[in-house]
């Protein structure tokens, strides 16, 4: 397939030749007909991506926060790398898609293969959609006209806010494309309409479909023509669909509402409010969320979980719709809204059309090439280059943020030889499998494990897909390298485990190691060997300063992620066995009781391990501490003598002979020598963690997993 995306660092929109995306249970794959550039979306994306490092930061004063923040826990050049990694990765453009429906995944029973369907699918010629993001299209209504159906749905939501009644006097400020379908949603409702904007050109439009006009840009007072409007009223409600910094359009609708109105902002404006403005009048104000309930809602656009109807009337897929039906009664017209067409292939022309022509409404785009030529799962990159029969080949199986910032640079550092790297997805897969100088891009598994000339598998996928892939590649005797966890269950292990013994049945076999990278850092192999000469039992207390994340993310869901005790803490659980250098024999967990306010308590937790050697040690790991205290923190008390390693920067010694420090210019977990071991283990035959010991830390964790939640 072939996909345009938009480069935040330097503000280029390009074509990208990708895999073509695989469905999966409750999506629907589409062959595209017709997207639609939303001129005032995409054209503020594109301007983002072509501001310079500085306007960049004005614009988002909150993320040169974090930034800073990040600086003083993790480090300058951490956080460089961290940012420049953000800013290198491009974003899909567009979701205002239009196609016909090829392929089906488990579970959709509401959608066809050769359905015409609307959706907020980005702009490529084949898009993969979760089921309640798409609406079928009625046959009266054609494809360039359903192209403006998610646009229309924002607008349609802002109006499901402002709860417009018969015969009201509703203002509409900001006559773009939003803001003209906005007015005929409006008019289709019986209110009586104000369109206001400084284009000319537009506010003629909105004439045509029976709304009167204000012109600042011509001395027309808006707030004059506003009340003049309302007969001296005050207008009911205004739904600002501008797209602008400052803050006129909201204080404007304030002077201009009648007591208790309503404004809706559906737009972008500046939001420095005046408390007068609104508190005489007691006014309403209300933010828009995209095309309606549902929206950022995982749970209902990923899993697929629908609202009740008699509950919810009006969801994203119901906005959809209802806009479908009203194009099809003739009460919208989009023709008028067309201000340029091109082809798919041309796409480079409208972008520059976008930028150039500041008064252009909806660009449409056309695709014509045949489905034959947009299903490849398989995209080359570059030419095969010859390979040693001892040298590690490697395919990936995964291309989100760990794997392309940190995983896949470690690798090509380690002179393994990258040859297909896979997302369902296809887009990920192609983006960072080119710049890291794979062979080949793919969105099915299969081109990794039934190729022969890969020897070696990276599993950097979801949490819950990595038992069941680590089977799969040691079944092809390939050698693995499993991004932890190993497992989210108990069953998971087991499988794991049968096997790779089977594997070794006869002596030798695969590799498989897991991405513990914290026992390969440079402070915690120092303390492994300071350690060593002590034969005394240890005291470990560990401390992850986790951060919150929300409690719909994925890594908290308990079957996809397995939570933050499996999914992370098992780095703590690995990295104190190595220290200890010594067999787990107990684990108690005890989280955060539940209180007000907490909705997650499992990631609030210590986790306390006791050792066959008279050991013991606690993890204390918090997702409720301050973001400016730091990350990591180890301690280990021993014969009067005391180590501690401070966010894998500072390392002290306390009453050690002959070592007090090892600090290091920038935080240095492990990361880049974890998969260069990994290879060594693969080039020598002797593993890097013994593979009882990964099977040990995987069910230790998952005990302590099960202890939290019986709690």
């Known amino acids: 397939m072939k996909q345009i995306v938009q480069y935040l660092n330097s503000g280029e929109t390009a074509v990208v030749d990708a895999p073509a995306p695989m469905a999966l249970p409750g999506t629907i794959v589409i062959r595209t007909t017709r997207s639609l550039i939303s001129a005032g979306t995409e054209r503020m994306l594109v301007g983002f991506g072509k501001a310079s490092m500085l306007q960049k930061a004005r614009q988002q004063p909150e993320k040169v926060k974090q930034v800073l923040a990040k600086i003083r826990t993790d480090g300058l050049g951490a956080t460089v790398d961290a940012v420049r990694s953000k800013l290198d990765q491009p974003i899909p453009l567009g979701y205002c898609n239009v196609g016909e429906v090829v392929e089906v995944g488990a579970g959709v029973f509401d959608f066809a293969v050769g359905d015409r369907v609307a959706s907020n699918g980005p702009h490529a010629d084949v898009v993969r959609v979760p089921r309640l993001l ?265 291309a989100g943020n760990y794997a392309s910032r940190i995983l896949i640079p470690a690798f090509q550092k380690s002179d393994a030889v990258l040859h297909t790297i896979v997302s369902s997805g296809g887009l990920s897969s192609a983006l960072h499998g080119k710049k890291a100088g794979f062979t080949a891009a793919s969105s099915d598994n299969n081109d990794i494990f039934g190729n022969s000339d890969i020897n070696t598998v990276v599993i950097a996928t979801r949490h819950d897909s990595h038992a069941a892939l680590a089977v799969e590649a040691i079944n092809a005797g390939k050698n693995v390298f499993v991004e932890k966890p190993l497992g989210l269950t108990h069953d998971d292990i087991d499988q794991v485990e049968a096997a790779y013994s089977t594997a070794h049945a006869t002596g030798s076999g695969p590799q498989l190691m897991v991405g513990f990278n914290r026992r390969f850092s440079p402070q915690a192999t120092k303390m492994k060997a300071l350690l060593e000469a002590v034969s005394e039992p240890k005291s470990f207390l560990m401390v992850m300063n986790a951060g919150a994340i929300p409690p719909d ?28 250098g010594s067999p787990i024999t107990s684990v108690y967990a005890r989280r955060l009781g539940s209180g007000q306010g907490v909705v997650t308590t499992e990631d609030k937790a210590s986790i306390t391990l006791g050792f066959e050697d008279g050991s013991f040690g606690t993890i204390m790991y918090l997702a409720n501490g301050a973001s400016s205290f730091p990350k990591e923190r180890i301690e280990v008390f021993t014969a009067g003598r005391t180590l501690q390693i401070d966010n894998f920067r500072k390392m002290t010694g306390f009453g050690w002979p002959k070592f007090s420090s090892l600090n290091l210019r920038a935080q240095d977990k492990g990361q880049q020598a974890c998969p260069k071991q990994f290879l060594s283990a693969v080039s020598s035959g002797t593993p890097a963690i013994p593979f009882a010991e990964i099977l040990e830390v995987a069910r230790v964790t998952i005990d302590a997993a099960e202890q939290l939640r019986a709690q």
């Not at 993310?553 to 780095?571: K, L, P, S, V, Y």
Request: with cysteine; aromatic share 8%.
């Open 134 to 398: 798409c609406a079928p299209i009625p046959a009266d209504v054609d494809d360039d006209m359903a192209a403006f159906t998610v646009v229309a749905s924002i607008g349609l939501q802002g109006i499901r806010l402002a709860a417009p009644t018969l015969g009201e006097s509703v203002v509409v400020t900001g006559a773009g494309l939003l803001g003209l379908l906005t007015v005929q949603l409006l008019l289709a409702q019986g209110c009586r309409v104000l369109a206001i904007d400084f284009d000319e050109k537009k506010l003629a439009i909105a004439r045509t479909f029976g709304a009167e006009t204000c012109n600042p840009a011509t001395g027309q007072d808006p707030v004059a023509a506003g009340m003049a409007f309302s007969h001296g009223r005050g207008i009911d409600a205004v739904i600002v669909t501008a797209s602008t910094d400052s803050t006129d359009p909201i204080t404007q609708a304030a002077n201009m509402c009648r007591k208790r109105g309503r404004i809706i902002l559906v737009g972008v404006t500046g939001l420095k409010l005046n408390r007068a403005d609104f508190y005489e009048k007691e006014l309403s104000f209300q933010v828009s969320c995209s095309y309606g309930p549902g929206r950022y809602d995982a749970d209902y656009e990923n899993a697929g979980h629908d609202y009740p109807f008699g509950l919810v009337r009006w969801t994203e897929q119901r906005n959809f719709e209802a806009v479908l039906d009203l194009m099809s009664a003739g009460r919208i017209d989009t023709e008028s809204l067309v201000s340029h067409r091109f082809p798919f292939e041309n796409a480079g022309e409208a972008y520059t059309s976008l930028t150039d022509d500041k008064t252009g409404l909806g660009l449409l785009l056309s695709y014509s090439s045949p489905l034959a030529e947009r299903m490849h799962s398989r995209v080359t990159l570059r030419a095969d280059t010859p390979v040693r029969k001892d040298q590690p080949v490697v395919g990936v199986i995964g």
């Open 553 to 580: 993310h994925w890594t908290q869901d308990i079957a996809i992620g397995g939570g933050r005790i499996i999914g992370e803490a098992c780095h703590f659980v690995d990295l104190m066995r190595f220290l200890a």
